[in-house]
Nanobody, 121 residues
């Protein structure tokens, strides 16, 4: 089994900061891309940021310059530093990882349970 557990969400005022963390555990052979997605009420889940195994990053236009994604391969963790938060950033944030399990032959997508981020105006 593979589990992803997020932490770090909460309530913050406009312009504030939060740091999300996600740890991947289980029978892991290797992790490829890791990322953060979010889903606001009544909207589809959308990509926030991704980071590849070699550290290459990709961001949604709406968060460029405000959010920073990083990972610690030794700890199987991915982080999302969120600065200059806006009310439109309010959503449930989900961690995602492409994982190849021990004795497995392919990479599969795994998701965390989500953590709520609420930005008040």
């Amino acid at each position: 089994q593979v589990q992803l557990v997020e932490s770090g969400g909460g309530l913050v005022q406009f312009g504030g900061s939060l740091r999300l963390s996600c740890v991947v555990s289980g029978d892991i052979f290797r992790i490829n891309d890791m990322g953060w997605y979010r889903q606001a009420p009544g909207k589809q889940r959308e990509l926030v940021a991704t980071v590849s195994s070699d550290g290459s990053t990709n961001y949604a236009d709406s968060v460029k310059g405000r959010f920073t994604i990083s990972r610690d391969n030794a700890k199987n963790m991915v982080y999302l530093q969120m600065n200059s938060l806006k009310p439109e950033d309010t959503a449930v944030y989900y961690c995602n990882a492409e994982v190849r399990r021990l004795w497995g032959a392919r990479y599969d997508d795994y998701w965390g349970q989500g953590t709520q981020v609420t930005v008040s105006s």
